[in-house]
Nanobody, 126 residues
């Protein structure tokens, strides 16, 4: 069965950096997309970034453009989210997700994704 496991969260100061990892297993992922979402307490799950498994298409939320970089190592079935210039408003639980059939219109919606990791906490101190 498909399984996603996030890692790399932690506590950082404003302006710092973290790299999150997402290890995927149990599937054939060549046609998938990997997305990253985040959810702060009391808020809805928010789209952060998405990358197709081939790496051909990448999209970012406006709030993270220029600060976050998404990548994928399809030989390892591992995805990464490099976060730089972190702000307190980036504090959230970060989730990776996999979409079996990437949709160019609905990729910002959490409902589009078929599999989810357990989440990893990112806290940015002010």
């Amino acid at each position: 069965q498909v399984q996603l496991v996030e890692s790399g969260g932690g506590l950082v100061q404003t302006g710092g950096s973290l790299r999150l990892s997402c290890a995927a297993s149990g599937g054939t992922f060549s046609s998938y997309a990997m997305g990253w979402f985040r959810q702060a307490p009391g808020k809805e799950r928010e789209f952060v970034a998405v990358i197709t498994w081939s790496g051909n298409y990448i999209y970012y939320a406006d709030s993270v453009k220029g600060r976050f970089t998404i990548s994928i190592d399809n030989a390892k079935n591992a995805g990464y989210l490099r976060m730089s210039s972190l702000k307190p408003e980036d504090t959230a639980v970060y989730y990776c997700a996999a979409d079996r059939d990437f949709n160019f219109w609905n990729y910002r919606s959490a409902h589009q994704y078929d599999y989810w990791g357990q989440g990893t906490q990112v806290t940015v101190s002010s």
